[in-house]
Nanobody, 115 residues
Framework: VQLVESGGGLVQPGGSLRLSCAAS????????MSWYRQAPGKERELVAR????????NYGDSVKGRFTVSRDNAKNTVYLQMNSLKPEDTAVYYC?????????WGQGTQVTVSS
């Protein structure tokens, strides 16, 4: 199983970014996928989760109404569209899959929201 995030960077408050997570090594379309984030000195927190078919999504309270999770099963990729970014969204963002008895994480992508 391999998960590779991309799309992070430096953005001003109020700006937008789209993160991508390319997955391989498992039947992507059969598994729910999640995005988490971890800010310095804080615990890792759930940002968004999407069901295997994309029909069910849930979000952390702090990002509801601003972030949108989606997936393209033909491309084995899950996305996180982040709008109206705030400084408190600064963190390393990870994608995640529970596959079998194991939990797999990508290497993460840094998002920094600052003027």
């Amino acid at each position: 199983v391999q998960l590779v995030e991309s799309g992070g960077g430096l953005v001003q408050p109020g700006g937008s970014l789209r993160l991508s997570c390319a997955a391989s090594g498992f039947t992507f379309s059969s598994y729910a996928m999640s995005w988490y984030r971890q800010a310095p000195g804080k615990e890792r927190e759930l940002v968004a989760r999407i069901s295997s078919g994309g029909g069910f999504k849930n979000y952390g309270d702090s990002v509801k109404g601003r972030f949108t999770v989606s997936r393209d099963n033909a491309k084995n990729t899950v996305y996180l569209q982040m709008n109206s970014l705030k400084p408190e969204d600064t963190a390393v963002y990870y994608c995640n899959v529970n596959y079998g008895y194991n939990v797999y994480w990508g290497q993460g992508t840094q998002v920094t929201v600052s003027s």
